[in-house]
């Protein structure tokens, strides 16, 4: 165990004994058994247009799903879940149920405790996904080729649903694994067990659908030559760049980019290796947010504070992720925001911050001000789509908003481009409406290939 040598600033690495980093990243939602299972899915009213199923952006059929569940039939729970949602293993761990399905639950009106679905979501997915069932079967080749650039849950559900139909699809991701932010940019304790390349397995066992690691669209591959030599191309290529704090001393050491440290800490085989900060501070109100205080708090940080410009209500982080925070120690400080970060020795120290107020609709500074202690500070305020790599075709690609405008059926500017997740305009920045871009935008294009 390290001990405080007193100097500042203060990043270590092993700051907590052996057994306790298996038990903080343990699974947070330990999974329902059996007999749990059958006793919560006898809660469900099974109704009829039901409002959970409105809310769910894959639109599963969940009465029908839990319905299954309650027949002892885990089997046919799942591939109802995966016909419409081929990630629901990990949606059931990841989606914001609180704000989505269980929130429209009729039992949530009316007594303030929903069914809870995304357990069972899990109790189905994972009975199959362990079984090692086929679910899906190819339909004959079309000899139709599809390009997808991004192995995250955009490509991925793209690409399920077009080899279903017959066709045949390479994808194409910049990193080693595929399976994007459910692989990178989840905290650990939502998904263990590698249970991120497991559902990437069951998802390829279909057949038809080749992944290229190490291709990065602009720089290995271009959009001219995959418009080329594609009968269609989907680009699922996520959100790469990262939101600048534009406050002086952001380039000091310990100013780290959050979603690069969450990244770390979930390809890490030894988190007793991974540095934090003895007093850390995180700056925003996202789920990323939360993510980064959170595991930082885990990995044997002391004070951990999230700072947001905001109040608790405009927080993009709901209420469920707010209070895991606050529960595991963590201090969030609204209407706040960084005025500059002070350094020692070329190391992050200190935030000075300014208190905020809204005035006339805007977000002001009141002009007081308080210094915060702080040897790690994570930036999470927000990625941005980098659209550099789309050029080199003959044609651009139309943006809103700064990234691909799509129309109903995901479709791009371009007739034979389609895209889908965060990288396109009005996405909701959810793993599970992901999903439906993928799935939305395949029958779109097995419908123009004639298949």
Same mark, same amino acid.
């Given at each position: ?25 343990? !699974? ?32 599963? !059929? ?14 046919? /729970? ?15 761990? =990841? ?32 009975? $199959?996904?362990? @079984? ?35 066709? !045949?699809?390479?994808?194409? !991701? ?25 559902? =990437?397995?069951?998802?390829? /066992? ?10 990065? $669209?602009?720089?290995?591959? /271009? ?36 979603? /690069?440290?969450? %990244? ?16 850390? %501070? ?10 980064? %205080? ?37 201090? &969030? ?8 970060? &002070? ?7 200190? &935030? ?21 202690? @702080? ?11 980098? @659209? ?28 034979? =481009? ?21 799935? =939305? ?11």
């Amino acid at each position: 165990m390290t001990t405080n040598t007193g100097s500042r600033p203060d990043i270590q690495s092993k700051r907590l004994a052996d057994e306790d980093y298996s038990k903080n990243f343990g !699974d947070i939602h330990p999974p329902l058994n059996t007999h749990e299972a059958l006793v919560e899915a006898d809660r469900c009213y099974f109704c009829y247009d039901a409002p959970c199923t409105v809310a769910c952006p894959t639109s599963i !059929d969940i009465p029908m799903f839990i319905r299954q569940i309650s027949a002892d039939n885990p089997k046919g /729970s799942a591939k109802t879940i995966f016909e419409e949602n081929i990630l629901g293993g990990m949606c059931a761990r =990841v989606c914001p149920t609180e704000t989505l399905c269980e929130q429209a639950c009729v039992r949530q009106e009316a007594e303030g405790k929903p069914v809870k679905i995304g357990l069972l979501q899990r109790y189905a997915t994972d009975h $199959l996904l362990e @079984a090692g069932d086929k679910v899906f079967e190819r339909a004959a080749s079309t000899g139709k080729r599809i390009a997808v650039v991004g192995a995250g849950p955009a490509g991925l559900s793209c690409a399920h649903r077009l080899a279903m139909h017959g066709h !045949d699809v390479v994808v194409f !991701d910049a990193r080693e694994k595929a399976g994007g932010l459910n692989e990178y940019g989840i905290a650990a304790y939502k998904s263990v067990n590698d249970f991120a390349q497991r559902e =990437v397995e069951f998802l390829l /066992s279909i057949g038809g659908i080749t992944i290229e690691n190490g291709s990065s $669209l602009g720089d290995q591959i /271009s959009l001219a030559d995959l418009r080329q030599n594609f009968d269609a191309v989907f680009l699922g290529m996520g959100l790469a760049g990262v939101n600048s704090l534009r406050a002086e001393g952001e380039d000091l050491d310990g100013v780290v980019d959050a979603v /690069s440290y969450i %990244a770390d800490l979930r390809q890490s085989t030894d988190l007793s290796k991974l540095s934090v900060g003895r007093k850390v %501070a995180v700056i925003g109100g996202g789920m990323t947010a939360v993510d980064a %205080a959170v595991q930082s708090k885990l990995l044997g940080a002391e004070e951990v504070t999230i700072l947001y410009r905001r109040g608790q209500e405009q927080m993009n982080a709901s209420e469920y992720e707010q209070e895991l925070a606050q529960t595991n120690g963590v201090s &969030i400080r609204h209407w706040v925001k960084p005025n500059k970060l &002070i350094g020692e020795g070329g190391k992050v120290v200190a &935030i000075e911050c300014e208190y905020t107020e809204t005035k006339d609709g805007s977000l002001v500074g009141t002009g007081e001000t308080f210094i915060l202690e @702080a040897d790690m500070v994570f930036k999470a305020i927000g990625q941005n789509f980098i @659209a550099a790599p789309l050029n080199g075709s003959a044609e651009a690609i139309q943006l809103e908003s700064g990234r691909i405008q799509v129309d109903e059926s995901r479709r791009t500017s371009l007739g034979d =481009v389609w895209a889908g997740g965060d990288c396109i305009a009005g996405g909701e920045d959810l793993t599970v409406a992901a999903v439906e871009d993928g799935k =939305v935008a395949a029958e779109a294009i097995n419908k123009v290939l004639g298949a």
